[in-house]
């Protein structure tokens, strides 16, 4: 039951990319150096949605192995504070609440009345060590993370559909696949020498309050022997509005070690 509600969560949290499905033009080529490192950095950092706060309701399902479960995830978001989660499942019972800081992973398990509090780095038990917290923000609302491509070890490959952006950083791989509106629309985050990987795709764009925000997104995580996927759509989202982040463990859950 553990595996299934941490996994759930951390799907619903986290989220890499799938490879683009679209092929690259004929007339694809890899781009200077500097306008690389200068004018494509600028654009996707000034690309990337810049909030204080997130709220978004979405409707998931989630396989893990060969377990289906479908579930309302309610998501909010404290800039660079917190990641607080809701995950309902039938007849609107709530069953895991979840709060992520920049260094630590609590997890209320409500239907068995059981809880953990685990450093941040909890999370690299579903995802590759790279996750940084920022890195986790970016993908929940489909940003690109800057820093990733402030590296030497970078290929861009332009085509008149979209950008494919490849590299190599702290021996993790990377790939991007971004849309004319400098939006990614797919990442791939994959740890060299290892079988784990994460994937991600965004879709169904849409103009939330002047944000370019993607509406659908799926996910899978494949590595230590098990696989899980995710497809979330969401059906209400807000930005910059005052929101709550409830986590108070009640006295008779047990913490579980």
């Known amino acids: 039951m553990w595996t299934s509600i941490s996994l759930l969560v951390i799907l619903t949290l986290v989220i890499a990319s799938c490879s683009s499905k679209k092929q690259v033009a004929k007339k694809d080529n890899t781009l200077p150096r500097a306008e690389t490192e200068a004018e494509l950095l600028k654009n996707y950092e000034l690309s990337n949605l810049n909030f204080h706060t997130f709220s978004g309701r979405a409707k998931a399902n989630v396989q893990v192995g060969k377990e289906t479960h479908n579930a309302t995830v309610n998501v909010r978001m404290d800039r660079d504070r917190s990641i607080w989660i809701s995950v309902t499942a039938?007849?609107?019972?709530?069953?895991?609440?979840?709060?992520?800081?920049?260094?630590?992973?609590?997890?209320?398990?409500?239907?068995?009345?059981?809880?953990?509090?685990?450093?941040?780095?909890?999370?690299?038990?579903?995802?590759?060590?790279?996750?940084?917290?920022?890195?986790?923000?970016?993908?929940?609302?489909?940003?690109?993370t800057v820093d990733m491509l402030?590296?030497?070890?970078?290929?861009?490959?332009?085509?008149?559909?979209?950008?494919?952006?490849?590299?190599?950083?702290?021996?993790?791989?990377?790939?991007?696949?971004?849309?004319?509106?400098?939006?990614?629309?797919?990442?791939?985050?994959?740890?060299?020498?290892?079988?784990q990987k994460l994937e991600t795709s965004y879709s169904e764009f849409a103009d939330i309050s002047g944000y370019n925000f993607p509406q659908r997104f799926t996910l899978n995580i494949e590595g230590a022997g098990s696989t899980v996927k995710a497809d979330m759509l969401y059906n209400k989202t807000e930005f910059n509005t005052a929101i709550e982040t409830p986590f108070s463990v009640p006295s008779r859950y047990k913490e579980i070690k």
């Open 90 to 144: 039938l007849l609107g019972i709530e069953a895991a609440r979840v709060l992520i800081t920049p260094d630590s992973v609590k997890i209320m398990n409500k239907i068995q009345g059981e809880y953990i509090a685990k450093p941040f780095s909890y999370i690299y038990n579903y995802t590759n060590k790279g996750i940084s917290f920022r890195m986790l923000q970016d993908i929940l609302v489909g940003n690109m």
């Open 150 to 195: 402030r590296t030497d070890q970078l290929q861009v490959a332009t085509s008149t559909e979209d950008v494919q952006v490849i590299g190599i950083k702290d021996g993790l791989t990377f790939h991007y696949g971004v849309n004319n509106k400098n939006r990614p629309f797919a990442f791939n985050f994959i740890e060299l020498g290892k079988s």
